[in-house]
């Protein structure tokens, strides 16, 4: 593919969420009911052209973006994983502070890069044409540039809580807008700052990942089919796009969620 394709959900987290040896999911796009469920490689998904590219005065195209993040999270989010799963097993390994600062980093840019997220902002505030899009898409990227600092030291004090289904044939889905904001039992409103929502992420078929404010269990749980069932539904829900390693699964729930609002 292009050099300017970049992927908002990266290949490497990808792979996370396929069976065995397989080089792909099965994907469906609520703009293409049409097309049905189908199996599709992990390079043609879920990424947008010149996604992370910021369009210079001259028109030349600086990628610096896009360049961070591979440098910065595809070469480690393999070892991050492996170590986040080992924590189900007899022989936890911890990560290091420089993985768990990845990890809080990565899950940033996670829940705001994808198009699901900063895409209505364009229909809203921009005419279609090249040049509009072109200048909001800078600020998108100028400002998922300039790390905030303040923000990822705010969530590296916040527990973070590993998440897989009990049952061994549930499977997490993985979609296009990925991160989940759920708020706590009994909550109507609120945030992660005043400690009345948290945010999970699925980072691979049977692991999720949350950040839960005021968290006093252990860091490892195991979720029921019924509650993997409830945020597969919510992902798939939210998001323009989903897939997954069951055919079955990705189809049922293009049933319920076939077209966009």
């Not at 860091?219 to 998001?239: G, M, P, Y």
Request: net charge neutral.
């Amino acid at each position: 593919m292009s050099k300017n394709n970049h992927h908002f959900i990266p290949v490497t987290l990808q792979r996370q969420f396929a069976s065995q040896g397989k080089k792909g999911l099965f994907f469906y796009d609520k703009e293409k009911p049409a097309e049905g469920t189908k199996w599709r490689s992990f390079k043609t998904i879920f990424y947008k052209k010149h996604l992370n590219t910021l369009h210079l005065p001259d028109g030349m195209e600086d990628n610096s973006l896009e360049i961070f993040y591979d440098r910065n999270f595809e070469n480690y989010l393999p070892q991050i994983i492996r170590k986040l799963r080992s924590q189900f097993t007899l022989n936890p390994e911890a990560l290091s502070h420089d993985e768990e600062t990845i990890l809080i980093q990565f899950f940033y840019n996670h829940m705001l890069c994808s198009p699901d997220v900063h895409g209505p902002m364009l229909k809203r505030h921009a005419p279609d044409t090249e040049f509009s899009t072109q200048k909001i898409d800078n600020i998108r990227v100028k400002t998922l540039g300039d790390q905030p600092k303040d923000l990822l030291d705010f969530l590296s004090m916040i527990p973070v809580v590993i998440a897989k289904p009990s049952n061994p044939i549930d499977f997490f889905i993985v979609g296009s807008n990925p991160v989940m904001h759920l708020l706590n039992q009994g909550e109507t409103s609120g945030s992660l700052i005043d400690g009345k929502m948290e945010l999970w992420a699925a980072f691979g078929s049977q692991l999720a990942v949350g950040f839960v404010p005021d968290w006093r269990g252990p860091n490892t749980v195991h979720l029921e089919s019924k509650q993997v069932l409830e945020w597969n539904e919510r992902l798939a829900a939210q998001s323009t796009s989903f897939a997954g390693c069951s055919k079955t699964q990705v189809a049922d729930l293009a049933k319920r969620f076939e077209h966009t609002e």
